[in-house]
Each structure stands twice: as C-alpha cells, then as structure tokens.
C-alpha cells in the first residue's frame, strides 16, 4: 500500500472483469479481464478506437460498461457514481480554473469535500510536484508543462486508490514531454499509487510503466513488463506497434530446440522458446537494431542468420544512429538500425550488402498474421 501526500494509506487493486462496452452495432470494448496490481504503473497502449479511453472511462464512471464488472480493492464498483469512486483523472486539457491561484486550484475539491486543513494540505500537493514556489500565480502565468504538474497535485491530494492519466503529456513539446515522463515516474514511485495511463505513444509507455497491455480492437493484445513486449511480441500487431519489426513469411522445415524456417530459399534458424508457432506458416521477426550490415569484404560472424545480398535504397542519418532501407530480391525492403560509432553512414546507397542477426534475437509468430499489421496507425487520441 502506498503513502500519500498527507500519510494516509491508500491504493488497491483494480480488477476489470469480462468488461464489454457496446456503442450500438460497435463494439469498443470486447470482454476484457485485466488485474492491476496496488502500486503499479501500468499502461494502456494502443491506436485510436482501440478501446483504452473507453476502458479508462469505464473506470472512471463516465461510462457504464455494457457487461462485466469492475473492482477496486475487491469492491464491486461497476454502479457506483463516478463522483463516489476512489479515483481521479488527469486529462490532457488540465481544465485548471484560471481565476485561482495555484495553491487554491489544488485545494478546490478538498474544499469542496470539507477537508480539515486544504490549504495546508494542497501545499504538501504542490510540494510533491516541486511547485510550492508558484502557489500565489494563476494558471495563465505557468508553462504547459507546469500546468500539468498542478493538475497532477490537484488531483494526488485527495488521495484515490486509483490515478487514471489520459493522455496528459499529449499537449506537450516533445522535450517537455520526456521530463514529465521522468517526472511522473518519481512522483508515482514517492506516493506508491496505482498509476494506469492511457496513450498512444509507445516510448512514453515504455519509459514509465511497469506493465504495458497493447490494446488493438477493443481486446488486450498482449500484456507485460515493456522489454518483454519489445524483445519477444507475440503478435504481428505488437512487433509493429511497439517500435519496429522486419517480418519475413516462412515455412518450417525442422523441428526440435532450434527451428529451421526455409524464408525464399534460405535457412533461418528460430529458437522455439521464441517462437508462438512451431509446424507449418509462420512469419519470421528480427528488430531492425539487432541486425548487422555486411560488405563483400566482412567475413559471415559465427550463429548467424544472414540474408542477402541486397542493395541498400535508403540511408537516413539520425544522430544516434543511422536507419537503412535494403532491398532484398523476393523478400521486399529490410529495416537496418546502426549506431553511429564512428560518426555517420558505413556504407552508402547503391551498396551491395549482406544481413546477419544472432539467430537468439529471431522470434517466429503466426503464419495467419499480417505482416503490415499496426504499422502503419496514423493516430489521434482514442
């Protein structure tokens, strides 16, 4: 149990149990069971109309699930008025009251719950999100970034069970965002409550939460801690949503620890702990900074699979590192990330290259699966 602004204990599990929402003929939400342990981080990740506001509204009491139920602390909540749940919610608009002060603004609902000591207590608010300073200014007189962190104290000091953020970074600048990405982690690791937030930006996802569930159709794709998402996707949709994956269509050939898919011609060796499908169709993935560019003159590195030759057809420099594109005759275009060592691109457009990858780093999903899946989502706030 965590301890809040004012040394009370609080925080609980949030339980969602076969919870559908039906909007008429649309289903937004698909019996979705999902536990989230007291004090945890924890993620909703997914595209627009993939379900998570919807979920987090659900929780919220905004919406009335359509079937199923939810708890907090074991307690049924799924009628309760939103005003009566153990819950507050930080929204992307922060919807401060721009004739108050700061510190009144984070005292208003306990005011308004006739709290001993608001004021006081609305100062340790302001306090934990390092503002105090600011507490005699009007909302108009703060940065975004400040803006949010009052909304976020605003809502800490009435001590919620359960803090629901629905897309609060969005209207930031990106480096502001990535601050209160670090931010927002301190702050939910001082207090110890359970945190769910709702976006649509895997980074953010994986840099603050503990657990990430990737939300594609109203259902939870996949669900875990976020390098076990990334390092090991057990759906088309997740490797393509979560950062980027080169997925190749195979056929396996060869059984046992170790799969041998034949991809166009070419052996590639699967591990089948790595692998959701082990006989027939399967797609083969490795993430595009796993792989290694080879010229003619590289000799082929030991346990490697390789691919190619190809040509490179794009080479775009990004300071960290270097992205390219090659083309790869009957297998399409495949994704390269380089570290830029020694300074730039090791080789240039045109080039004829090989691809080699530890073949640990390969994992097999799927034959049915469509390879574009969640590639290419154009996304707003769902």
Known sequence: MGVTTNGSETGADLELIRVTKDFGTFTAVDDLTLTIPSGSFFALLGPSGCGKTTTLRMVAGLERPSAGQIRIGGKDITA?????????TVFQSYALFPHLTVLENVAFGLRRSGAKDALAKAGNGLDLVELRHLADRKPSQLSGGQQQRVALARALVNNPAVLLLDEPLGALDLKLRRQMQVELKRIQTEVGLTFVHVTHDQEEAMTMADTVAVMNAGRVEQMGPPAELYELPRTAFVANFLGQSNLLAGTVVEQGEVLGVDVAGT?????????????????????????????????????????????????????????????????????????????????????TVRLAWQAGFTFGLDGGDDVSSGALELDGVA
């Open 267 to 351: 052996r590639i060796q699967v591990p089948a702990a790595r692998a959701v499908s082990h006989a027939g169709s399967v797609l083969v993935g490795v993430r595009p900074e796993k792989v290694m560019i080879l010229t003619e003159r590289d000799p082929l590195p030991p346990g490697c699979n390789v691919l190619g030759p190809g040509t490179v057809v794009d080479v775009s420099f990004s300071g960290v590192s270097t992205q390219y594109q090659v083309m790869l005759p009957g297998l399409g275009t495949f994704g390269v990330f380089v570290q830029n060592l020694v300074g730039g691109a090791t080789v240039a457009w045109g080039d």
């Open 80 to 88: 309760t008025k939103a005003y009566q749940r153990p819950v507050n």
